[in-house]
């Protein structure tokens, strides 16, 4: 091989990179050579002209000093290094491992290794250890040798809480004005939004403050109407920050700070950091949830109807076609959703409040009204009354939503109904 044209010791160790454990490509090739040596063939590294990767080895120094400036004023404990080759490097390594039937080690990881361990030194040195994690870095640091370019991803940090809503007039997300689309027009005050608050406009400012990143994305576990309270536990959320400089945050001072700046509006509870594997969890998992509902019926009815009702609503699968409410924004479709429990009692001869636990997905306004047929059975078709929801309250939304749970115990008790607090009024 060596004979053949040169080969830097890095080279020429990644190639026989099974070979020796604990050692570095170096130590390895520069052994080889020396072995060579001994049995009388002297061959001279010259780094600058070795046939894989024309001396690239050289600039290690200067990449680890470039990321190291990049990384300025962001902080980070987990970094992942990246390069991108040039087809010559590529297609040099690539005949050599075909001519002599090398199994090697390519030569992009061997780059990334050697850049990344003196960029670490350099780091430990100012005080700041850090590791390399492959899978879910905090950092990403990309190096393109062609073009020299070395460039810097932040990868964003994620909030997780549970959120409680004391009002009756905020949807969970900014919501932009539907007739300027946010630019600001007469109908919309040149606000650019319908709702001038929202849960998250609520929750996010802060943590985008502390962590100087440049923009929020609010992920929550389903959502309630805007007219509907949230209570109980609350509803989990993830806030994800976009590019990040600052990770470590006082979570419970901040808390404390958003509470008391959206008081009588929105409160959170349980705020943690944790993996963006949680917000496909908060995404996919269809959570039972428990409802409180004042009802309206059009007529007077007595107690036994409301018990006789709900009796034959407990435990029952209900077909429920898209809401008419909704199906301008959401496929229409007929999905089965069971009511797991449900029960109620008359406040007046026209009015109830109900409790249902229910599989996440059923809509209860429609479960109350029947939504003109479209939901089989409901509150109205079995009394053969029309009813309508006045007042909604989410009182739970059950699931285990953090793959890691804590030890100590979530505030969403397991088989702790609330139901038993109904009964005898
Ligand atoms: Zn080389
Ligand atoms: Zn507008």
Redesign the pocket.
Known sequence: MLAEGDLCDHCLGRAFAHLGRGLRNVQRGRALRTVLNMEGHVFVENEQSCRVCEGIFAQVQQWATRALTAVEGIEFRTYLMGTRVTPAIESAELALKEKYELQGEPFKQEFNREVGRLFGILLAERGHPVVVDFLDPEIVLLMDIEKSELSLRINPLFIYGRYKKFVRTIPQTKW???????????????????YQESVEELISPPLLRETRGTATAFHGAGREDIDALMLGTGRPFVIEIKEPKVRTLDLEKLQKEINESAAGKVEVSELQFVKGSVVERLKNIEAEKVYEAKVRFAEPITSEQLQEVLGRLHGTMIEQRTPTRVVHRRADLVRTRRVLEISGELLNPTEALITVRCEGGLYIKELVSGDGGRTRPSVSELLGIPAEVTELNVLEVRGDFLQNPSPTPSPTRRGESPFPLREGG
Request: with cysteine.
């Open positions: 932009p004005c539907r007739r300027c689309r946010g630019r600001g027009c007469p109908e919309c005050n040149f606000t650019g939004k319908t």
